[in-house]
């Protein structure tokens, strides 16, 4: 196991989610408030300003029609062709190569990266107008480097060319990659634009300054983490694993990674948060994944044949002993008189605040294995989980501070996770 030393990172103060947005716009009641409170006491601060995204008619969006195997995955390529089209006044889903950059300046300045199908879209781009577009990908040239339009009408052409630099860079150091790759490994989904941009430019900010690079890194990935978004989908989905089975046989952890990625995909189903609507999305998801988790046969198997006491108890002990009495009794009052179903009493255990409380750690030291090193703690190079629980113990003896514990920097340091990306 490799041990990291470094001086501390100063630990910023931001009040905005991973889409950029104000964290104080969050209470909702898709959101219990006392589990709010709970993350807003962890919640890392890491920045002030964020760029508002105006409303304008028209869109341009920009098509990379990649030869061969695609850009960058097959270095024998003679070169990849990007065409340009604009229209007005409506979407346009188009093509382009994957982790390609695209930069359009002038009459609006606005940056995205294309997502694992080579796709993206800008929306509401003004039109008319004057633009620049100017693709980028570590490790690739374009030619020409940019181009620009005088003026956008329905439909523009622009070609550009892609070829291999001769540098072999880790893509993960550019920001844009690396913001990216967040979205994925912790909300499973591709960034928002306006996420996406205010990440990839608090790491841009710092102007090539190394240790500001490092700081802005470890501060951007663990806001995932800590985001609303995260603790609501994936660290719910640990809870209720936690609730209805505790603890694996002889593991400290209550689910595998296969278990949590495909759940917590569920979950998470077209959920951005504070995009118009995000409430309901959450809200019908939770729903819709505890009624068909109560359904599964290892479920009604364990509890199909105990009473409504035993259930609740249940639930109880594997959680850790979170609900009072009066909570306990109420719970098994709203079975018996069919107030409540077994679904939502599971649900009720997992997102009680003192459970959410006691499991923190644990799961911010598991996810730092399901996220960065796409496996479960006991796999791969490890046997056991010791690794694992020297991490736990780390971080617990830091009261939580994961930067004080030095947790999410070593992981991000990590050679197995940068291993992960190509050249």
């Known amino acids: 196991m490799n041990l990291f030393a470094v001086p501390r990172l100063a630990l910023e103060i931001a009040d905005r989610d991973v889409d950029g947005d104000v964290v104080d716009q969050l209470v909702e009641p898709a959101v219990a408030q006392d589990e709010i409170d709970v993350v807003a006491q962890r919640l890392t601060r890491l920045a002030r300003d964020v760029s508002d995204v105006g409303d304008h008619s028209g869109e341009i969006a920009i098509l990379l029609d990649p030869l061969g195997s695609g850009l960058g995955t097959d270095a024998g390529n003679t070169g990849q062709v990007v065409r340009g089209l604009t229209h007005q006044g409506r979407k346009i889903a188009v093509s382009l190569g994957w982790n390609a950059v695209l930069r359009l300046n002038g009459t609006q300045n606005r940056k995205t990266i294309t997502d694992s199908l080579g796709k993206y879209e800008f929306f509401e781009v003004e039109a008319p107008g004057s633009y620049t577009v100017t693709p980028s990908?570590?490790?690739?040239?374009?030619?020409?480097?940019?181009?620009?339009?005088?003026?956008?009408?329905?439909?523009?052409?622009?070609?550009?060319?892609?070829?291999?630099?001769?540098n072999a860079l880790n893509p993960l150091d550019t920001p844009e990659y690396f913001v990216r790759q967040q979205y994925l490994d912790f909300l499973s989904r591709e960034p928002d634009e306006s996420g996406f941009n205010f990440w990839s430019d608090q790491i841009l900010s710092c102007s090539g300054d190394a240790a500001c690079v490092e700081a802005k890194r470890v501060n951007t990935s663990a806001a995932f983490f800590l985001s609303i978004e995260f603790q609501q989908t994936g660290y719910l989905v640990h809870r209720m694993y936690q609730a209805a089975y505790g603890d694996l046989q002889s593991a400290p952890v209550p689910l595998r990674r296969s278990e949590f990625k495909a759940d917590t995909a569920v979950i998470g189903s077209g959920l951005v948060v504070l995009k118009s609507g995000w409430e309901g999305v959450l809200e019908n998801n939770k729903q819709a994944f505890a009624a068909e988790f109560v359904q599964r046969a290892r479920f009604t198997s364990l509890y199909g044949n105990m009473s409504d006491g035993q259930f609740v108890d249940t639930l109880n002990q594997n959680a850790g002993m979170v609900l009072s009495q009066s909570e306990r009794d109420q719970l098994v009052s709203d079975l018996s008189t069919s107030a409540r179903t077994r679904a939502q009493?599971?649900?009720?255990?997992?997102?009680?605040?003192?459970?959410?409380?006691?499991?923190f750690n644990q799961a911010f030291v598991l996810m730092e294995y399901f996220g960065y090193l796409q496996r479960d703690p006991n796999a791969g190079p490890d046997t056991d989980f010791s690794g694992y629980n020297f991490w736990l113990n780390k971080l617990n003896t830091f009261n939580g501070n994961f930067q004080d514990a030095e947790m999410v920097r070593a992981f991000l340091t990590a050679i197995e996770y940068r291993g992960r990306f190509p050249r």
């Not at 329905?154 to 892609?162: I, K, V």
């Open 137 to 166: 990908r570590v490790n690739y040239l374009f030619s020409p480097a940019s181009r620009s339009f005088s003026q956008v009408g329905n439909s523009t052409d622009a070609a550009f060319t892609a070829a291999l630099s001769g």
């Open 345 to 359: 009493v599971l649900r009720s255990v997992a997102e009680n605040a003192l459970l959410q409380q006691q499991e």
